[in-house]
């Protein structure tokens, strides 16, 4: 598969998608990273640059959280419409109407820390390894299963260590 970019420091990706997951929004740091016009990528879903070497874990983990109401921080790796890809480290945020009824999620990414890929790529490693080995429906819930357990391990809980990772404080 196709190069893998790293996002500058100025880069900032940001999307709106419905409760469904629908793209509804995206700007140009999207369109010029992802390789897709606003054309190509309103109404499809976000998974639409979701690259196959992100554990589906992550975003049973993404959607339990954002479903919660709570924000979701994660690394994530996205597919570029010709098959590169580029790592971000993503914020996603619940968005309400005035009347406090959920109308969709915001996502911003930016330049995930490099040293913090290492780590999460050997994680994510791990949870693809879990997904092969369990049956097409529990995989996503077996490898969330060993995450947690695994930064239980070390005395930490997902937010936290996905927080310090990113700012590079030692784990």
């Avoid at 419905?18 to 976000?46: K, V, W």
Wanted: hydrophobic letters at 35%; a positive charge; proline letters at 4%.
């Amino acid at each position: 598969m196709g190069k893998v970019m790293h996002l500058a420091a100025d880069d900032l990706i940001i999307s709106k998608t419905d409760t469904e997951g629908r793209i509804i929004y995206c700007n140009r740091a999207f369109m010029r990273l992802s390789g897709y016009s606003s054309a190509d990528a309103l109404g499809q879903p976000h998974r639409l640059v979701r690259h196959p070497d992100m554990p589906r874990g992550i975003f049973k983990l993404l959607w339990q959280t954002v479903q919660n109401g709570e924000e979701f921080h994660g690394f994530i790796k996205n597919r570029t419409r010709d098959g590169d890809a580029y790592w971000c480290f993503s914020s996603i945020t619940p968005n309400y109407t005035a009347e406090g009824r959920l109308n969709g999620y915001f996502a911003v990414q930016r330049q995930a820390r490099r040293e913090a890929l290492e780590q999460i790529e050997e994680i994510y490693r791990q949870m693809q390894g879990i997904e092969r080995r369990s049956g097409h429906r529990e995989a996503p819930a077996a490898s969330l299963r060993w995450l947690r357990e695994h930064l239980a391990d070390q005395g930490s809980q997902y937010e936290p260590f996905i927080i310090l990772l990113q700012r590079g404080v030692e784990i």
